[in-house]
Structure formats: structure tokens, C-alpha cells
């Protein structure tokens, strides 16, 4: 697989990450077979949250549960992995970026994932509430104490962002936006261009728009549009509609990986024909401009 930098370090990750949102519900056993499908396939990334579980039967910090299942069974998979996850959404609140409150959740992320440290820890989303000095604070005192390698956003505007950075000891080395074909916000809302401005890496989040790609149900005759597009390119290339979506969102010039969340092992290890792709510039155009409904001027 490709690998693609995070931030501006010598660490390298695959193209293509893996996420476990949809991840709750596996047995630890089944959990176990589409890590490994995923890190055997080159998706090094895995990226998972404390929220992930609730409104399901394990409940908040659920899918955290089940990878630290499969990580105290099999030690040895962690150093294979980048392995990300994030806090900060606490229902019915909603949002808690308090000091206190992410150094708690920090520790209660690696009780449950079984670890010491993860590599990279995520805001969730922005609090309107903690002063942004006392989220900055909670960050810099978790890179230092070790318990993270990097710290990222998600789902913050770029203004937010800058105004967290302020306050940082540390670059940001990350940002986790929603991306894909049928939601392009982050090209003109400014959150790829302060990628390339500080040489974070985004990460796509539901990158085949949550299967609604894959299935073509999207919901507006705008979208069906852009799916339309978007087989015809597949078509072209002897490739599936979701390997197009994919080397989309890797085509853009910032240094993009879509975390993928499909919860079939062969989906997942067919994901990396994605990353080898041809898309020319004028197919590339295509998906943008049928998203636009408009030619480039
Ligand atoms: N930061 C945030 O706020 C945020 C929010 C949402 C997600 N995320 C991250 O992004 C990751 C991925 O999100 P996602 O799961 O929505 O990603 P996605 O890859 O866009 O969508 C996954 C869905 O697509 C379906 N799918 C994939 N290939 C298919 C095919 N060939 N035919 C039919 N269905 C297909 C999957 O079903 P099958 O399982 O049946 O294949 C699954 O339901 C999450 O795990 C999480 O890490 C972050």
C-alpha cells in the first residue's frame, strides 16, 4: 500500500485507513479477523472514538471495548498500527473539552483500549464551552505525559482550529473532516488549504458517504448526479464505483487518507485497488463539477 505522511513527520501510514464507528457489535473474534484484514492489507491507520457503541448494546466506549479485546489477546498487533482515537462527546451534554474532563476520558480511552499510549488523540468535535486555553492545556499535558504521540481535530471549522493551535505546545497533526464525493465542503471551506498551509494530514471521514456510494441511494437527484459520474469513470477503469470514490479523495493535492468503515473483510482488503487508481485530472474535474452542477469556469 502507499503510505502518506502524518503532519510533517517521518511517520508513515497507509493511503487508505480503517475505522471502527460501525465496530460495537462484533464479537472480539470477528473484530480480530478485520483488524487483521486491515493491517495484512496495508491500512495501518486505524481509527476508532470513545463514543463509538453508544445507542448500541456495549454502550459508550463499546467499540474502544473490543479492539482492547483484541489487542490484550494478541499484543503484537499494536505495533503494527497507527492507532487513533478521540474524545470529547459526552451525551446528552453534548460536547466536554474541559481540562478535567479529556485527561479523564484520555485514560479511560486506554484502560479500555488496553494500552499505554495511543498515537494520535482526537477532539470530536469543538465545545462551544471549555475556555479553548484549558482544551490546549488537556492536550499538551497528554503529549507530555505520553499517553499520545500527536493531537488532532475533527469536525472543526478552520477557524477553530487556528485558535486551538494558538495555544498548542505542539502542531496539530491532524484533522478529520466529513469528505467524499457527495460531501465536498472541505475543498472550498478552507480545511484542505490549512492542511497544505501547515502540512497536517485530513483524514476523510465516511469517504463512500456511509455506503450511500457503494448502494447508490443517495438521496437527491444532485447526488444520483454525482454517483452517475462517478460509474461511468468506474466503468472506464474496469473498477468498482467505491475504488473511483476512493482515489477521488486521494487525488486532491492535500495529503487526504479516507478511513473507510465497511464491516466485510474482502471489502476491506479490496480497498487498496483504490489506492492504484489512474484517475486522470479530467475525471477528477468530473466528480467536482457534477457535484457543482456546473463546469469549472
Ligand atoms: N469524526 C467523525 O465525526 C466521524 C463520523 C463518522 C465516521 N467517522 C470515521 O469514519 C469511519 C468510516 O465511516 P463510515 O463507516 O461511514 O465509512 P464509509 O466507508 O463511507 O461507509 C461504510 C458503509 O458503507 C457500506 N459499504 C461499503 N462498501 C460497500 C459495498 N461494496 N456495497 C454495499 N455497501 C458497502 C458498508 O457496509 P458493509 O459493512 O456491509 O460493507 C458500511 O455500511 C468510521 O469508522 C470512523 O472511524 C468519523
Given at each position: ?10 511517520i508513515?501510514?497507509?493511503a ?8 460495537a457489535?462484533?464479537s ?30 456495549r ?15 494478541d499484543p ?51 465545545d ?17 505525559a ?14 477553530q ?23 465536498q ?7 484542505f ?6 502540512g ?18 443517495a438521496?437527491?437527484?444532485?447526488g444520483?448526479?454525482?454517483?452517475a459520474?462517478?460509474?461511468?469513470i ?10 473511483i470514490?476512493?482515489?477521488f ?9 479516507p478511513?473507510?468503515?465497511?464491516q ?10 483504490a ?6 485530472a ?6 467536482i463539477?457534477?457535484y ?6
Amino acid at each position: 500500500m502507499r503510505q502518506t505522511a502524518i503532519g510533517n513527520t517521518n511517520i508513515s501510514v497507509g493511503a487508505i485507513a480503517y475505522g471502527c464507528w460501525r465496530f460495537a457489535e462484533s464479537s472480539v473474534e470477528d473484530a480480530d479477523t478485520k483488524i487483521r484484514a486491515a493491517l495484512d492489507a496495508g491500512l495501518t491507520l486505524i481509527d476508532t472514538a470513545d463514543i463509538y457503541g453508544l445507542g448500541e448494546p456495549r454502550g459508550f466506549g463499546g467499540a474502544e471495548a473490543v479492539l482492547g479485546e483484541v489487542l490484550a489477546r494478541d499484543p503484537s498487533l499494536r505495533v503494527r498500527m497507527f492507532l487513533a482515537t478521540k474524545g470529547g462527546i459526552i451525551p446528552p451534554r453534548p460536547y466536554d473539552s474541559s481540562y478535567d474532563y479529556l485527561t479523564a476520558a484520555m485514560e479511560a480511552s486506554l484502560e479500555r483500549l488496553q494500552v499505554d499510549s495511543v498515537d494520535l488523540y482526537q477532539i470530536h468535535r469543538p465545545d462551544l464551552i471549555a475556555p479553548v486555553e484549558e482544551t490546549a492545556r488537556a492536550l499538551n499535558d497528554i503529549v507530555s505525559a505520553g499517553k499520545t504521540r500527536f493531537v488532532g481535530v475533527s469536525n472543526f471549522t478552520v477557524a477553530q482550529t487556528r485558535a486551538l493551535q494558538a495555544h498548542l505546545d505542539v502542531p496539530l497533526a491532524t484533522t478529520q473532516p466529513e469528505f467524499s464525493a457527495l460531501h465536498q465542503d472541505p475543498i472550498t471551506d478552507g480545511t484542505f488549504d490549512w492542511c497544505s498551509e501547515t502540512g497536517a494530514t485530513a483524514l476523510a471521514w465516511s469517504p463512500l458517504a456511509g455506503g450511500q456510494i457503494p448502494r447508490q441511494t443517495a438521496e437527491t437527484s444532485h447526488g444520483q448526479t454525482v454517483i452517475a459520474c462517478l460509474q461511468k469513470i468506474a466503468d472506464a477503469h474496469a473498477a468498482s464505483i467505491s475504488d473511483i470514490a476512493l482515489a477521488f479523495i486521494m487525488k486532491h493535492q492535500a495529503k487526504i487518507i479516507p478511513i473507510i468503515g465497511t464491516q466485510n473483510p474482502d471489502r476491506i482488503r479490496d480497498s487498496v485497488r483504490a489506492a492504484e487508481i489512474p484517475l486522470t485530472a479530467r475525471e477528477f474535474y468530473d466528480i467536482i463539477e457534477a457535484y457543482r452542477g456546473t463546469a469549472m469556469p
